[in-house]
């Protein structure tokens, strides 16, 4: 069975600073997706980036990027020029490839605060 | 497309009482999943529709649950005699059901089981 660990329940962060979330995971798979998740106080979760095992490229979106190593089963998320709205619980995430198979497995989270 | 909305967002219920929630999807969205979050946790898989078809249940959906999707639009989560322990955070999430596509979640409905 796959899981997923996180390993810093919260983190805290200058405004305007990079903070780097850490993620490992397991799997016998070769082939799946990679994902961070990102759940606001009271508000619904929305997908951040995600990363496909098969593609080396690590995956970036604007100040989003993530470390991805396959060997080692790491993912790890670095905010960058990180903002107040990005306080939140990030959540990383596995899904196997398969069609049918199409649950997501989530870590425990970190909870990110920004300071001001 | 207004995204996937959930009712109710919070639920009171005495121990042993039954609760049900509903969930909309997101228009055209073939596939729809239930999920539940306990506190300090990730959210963990229960079940998903394809349609109305029930194609994969987790062990976490005991006999007291049950889930459904009768038209292939909406679907509904009871959970019967409640218990302490049901109480936690549903959250629904819809997709379209290619491969890949991506699992759009709604806001939940927060269960308080006294």
């Known amino acids: 069975a796959q899981t997923v660990t996180q390993s810093q329940p919260e983190m805290s962060v200058q405004e305007a600073e990079t903070v780097t979330l850490s993620c490992t995971y397991d799997t016998s798979e070769s082939d799946y997706y990679l994902f961070w998740y990102k759940q606001p106080p009271s508000r619904q979760m929305i997908l951040v980036i995600r990363q496909e095992a098969y593609k080396q490229q690590n995956a970036t979106e604007n100040r989003f990027s993530v470390n991805f190593q396959k060997a080692a089963k790491s993912f790890s998320l670095k905010i960058s020029d990180s903002q107040l709205g990005d306080a939140a619980m990030y959540f990383c995430a596995y899904r196997t490839k398969g069609n049918r198979d199409d649950k997501i497995i989530f870590g425990k989270g970190t909870r990110l605060h920004i300071l001001p | 497309d207004t995204g996937v909305s959930q009712d109710p967002r919070h639920k009171i219920t005495k121990r042993g009482q039954n609760v049900t929630f509903r969930c909309d999807p997101i228009s055209e969205h073939n596939r729809l999943y239930w999920y539940r979050q306990t506190l300090g946790q990730g959210p963990e898989f229960l079940t998903y529709?394809?349609?109305?078809?029930?194609?994969?249940k987790s062990r976490l959906l005991s006999d007291r649950f049950s889930a459904e999707r009768p038209k292939g639009s909406f679907s509904t989560l009871e959970i019967q005699r409640t218990e302490q322990g049901d109480s936690a955070m549903y959250l629904c999430?819809?997709?379209?059901?290619?491969?890949?596509?991506?699992?759009?979640f709604g806001p939940g409905t927060r269960l308080t089981v006294l």
């Open positions: 999430a819809s997709s379209r059901g290619l491969v890949y596509d991506e699992q759009f």
């Open positions: 529709f394809q349609n109305e078809a029930q194609l994969e």
